[in-house]
């Protein structure tokens, strides 16, 4: 009685007064507190945006995904047909369609730069590993994501690099066969692979990435945003991670504690995400739009001829980030492929992954981790490398 | 000094406000950007009307005058990205050597193909009683409408019909 009469009194009117009503029943305005009005650290910027753009990206693809799969029919006999209809029969389907295909490859960027800018940042140190484990396995998803959406249009490219795509778990000893066979629902690629591909491209891998994309977020707020290394080891040493804390159980717990203090020494002289911070993930959320718009009327939206399985001429290509991949193939003679298959990408995945417990290094600057630096950029143009010779 | 504060406090609060009105705008061009394609897509083919759908009942010279005379006619049909053929009933009701009556075989009631009694001179339904006249005008029963007519053409001796399905229960005819 006392609540209705007080929030009556409040300005605002009618929907103030619905606000507060929901508001009591659902304490949203801590959410709001919470995910909004949390306060972001000194000197936090530009490179801090790109994790909102890849969960902007990921929500554009989920919304363009469900209207695409209004006129989708993920069968061999119609889903090409299908896709034609989206593209000469929908009116905007070639839109929808091309937003969905662009804003794909503008994930796996968005995503990798994301990773690249929290590594070369050391954000993934002491609190934050766990945060960064969630995020690798976030990166394999979205590259799940690629490599079942290219079969779906059932053209020729969609078709024959699944072909091969799926035959790479096959060259493994002794678990190939049946790795090929759970991947394409049975020794052949054909109507069971493509229910199978459409259930896991729209059930599974959305649950997945949302439940992570959650978790992600979730770790992200409870911790806050790190501050930039710059700042953060301009006056004082290094707080040691807590992998190297771990020497001295007393050592790490003092540290922990010099850390949380010098972190919200930050934290206070800093500004709150709503509307301050926000505001550079909303222009980089437009911009990106615009230039996967910029690319889908530039580029188009490409639709190969209709999958045929006796087409002996096709030279199956996967998309670009795939091609290193791909290229990398063909460094490994016939019986050792399964190395480069089966046993080097998930490595790779696995040292990426551990990367917070094993890289001791208590420093966060790029300046001060040298080798840390040269490896990273030794692979990335080994990736690139790799990728320009694919397109030779 | 407290009036510099004040001063201060106000110039934070207007960059807060115009900080919140530019991220308001952004995520207003965004949503538009997005919304128009998007519920163009989901709703415009939804209310997209049937095609015209010419199909032959067959030689002018197969009809008697008088005599109504019931066809099935082969309708191809384009539901999205599946193209099919379907058989659908009409009656043809021959007025001249050039002037025709067609009716869509549904009863305009519920749907229930329809007969010619020729002894009452009626078209009957057997569902729920609706019968008609000749010209399809209601007598007796729950229909709503007359029967349904259909555009037809004389084509090189050939009646040509164009097939409509209608809304059926209601008043009005309208084409679906």
């Not at chain 1, 301050?276 to 996967?292: G, K």
Request: hydrophobic content about 45%.
């Amino acid at each position: 009685m006392q609540t209705a009469s007080s929030s009556e009194s409040r300005p605002g009117g009618l929907p103030r007064r619905i606000w507060d009503w929901v508001d009591e029943r659902s304490g949203a305005s801590g959410v709001w507190k919470v995910f909004f009005a949390r306060q972001i650290p000194l000197g936090v910027g530009w490179l801090y945006t790109f994790g909102f753009g890849s969960l902007f990206l990921f929500t554009l693809q989920a919304i363009t995904g469900i209207f695409l799969a209004m006129y989708y029919s993920p069968s061999p006999d119609h889903a090409y047909d299908s896709i034609q209809f989206i593209m000469y029969q929908v009116p905007f389907g070639p839109i929808v369609r091309g937003i969905h295909h662009w804003g794909a490859s503008a994930m796996v960027v968005l995503v990798v730069v994301h990773m690249a800018a929290v590594f070369v940042m050391g954000a993934y140190k002491y609190p934050r590993e766990l945060t960064w484990m969630v995020g690798v396995v976030l990166l394999l998803l979205t590259l799940g994501f690629g490599f079942t959406g290219y079969l779906l249009p059932w053209d020729e490219k969609a078709y024959w690099a699944t072909v091969v795509g799926t035959n790479i778990p096959g060259t493994l000893p002794v678990v190939g066969e049946y790795l090929l066979r759970i991947a394409r629902g049975g020794a052949q690629l054909g109507a069971l692979t493509l229910a199978r591909f459409y259930a896991v491209h729209t059930l599974l891998l959305p649950a997945g990435l949302a439940t992570l994309v959650a978790v992600h977020l979730y770790l992200v707020v409870y911790h806050g945003v790190s501050v930039p290394p710059s700042l953060w080891e301009r006056l004082s040493a290094p707080v040691r991670n807590l992998t190297a804390s771990r020497q001295s159980s007393l050592g790490g717990a003092a540290q922990a504690e010099e850390y949380h203090q010098r972190y919200t020494e930050f934290k206070n002289q800093g500004h709150p995400f709503w509307p301050y911070s926000i505001v550079e993930d909303m222009i980089l959320a437009a911009v990106l739009l615009l230039v996967i718009l910029g690319l889908l009327v530039t580029l188009g939206v490409p639709l190969e001829s209709r999958a045929d399985p006796t087409n002996t001429s096709y030279v199956p290509r996967p998309d670009w980030y795939f091609m290193f991949l791909f290229q990398m193939l063909k460094l490994f003679p016939g019986e050792l492929e399964w190395v480069g298959a089966g046993l080097f990408p998930p490595l790779a995945i696995l040292l990426l992954f551990l990367l917070p417990l094993y890289d001791r290094s208590p420093w966060r600057s790029p300046s001060r981790r040298p080798f840390a630096m040269v490896v990273a950029v030794a692979i990335a143009l080994a990736i690139a490398a790799l990728t320009y010779a694919a397109y030779q | 000094m407290q009036s510099e504060t004040t001063e201060r406090t106000e110039k934070q609060i207007s960059r807060r406000t115009f900080l919140s009105y530019i991220n308001v705008a952004i995520g207003g061009f965004i949503a538009t950007v997005l919304g128009i394609p998007l519920v163009g897509a989901a709703v415009l083919p939804a209310l997209k009307q049937g095609q015209s759908n010419l199909v032959s009942a067959g030689a002018v010279t197969d009809f008697e005058v008088g005599q109504p005379k019931s066809v099935a006619v082969t309708v191809t049909t384009k539901d999205g990205w599946i193209q099919s053929q379907e058989d659908k009933g009409i009656w043809v009701i021959k007025k001249s050597e050039s002037d025709f009556t067609v009716f869509n075989g549904r009863c305009v009631h519920l749907g229930c193909a329809y007969s010619w009694r020729a002894d009452l001179k009626e078209f009957v339904c057997p569902c729920h009683g609706g019968t008609y006249t000749i010209d399809g005008q209601v007598i007796a029963g729950p229909p709503p409408r007359p029967l349904d007519t259909l555009q037809w053409t004389i084509d090189q001796g050939k009646l040509m019909v164009d097939y409509k399905d209608f809304r059926l229960g209601v008043p009005q005819k309208e084409a679906i």
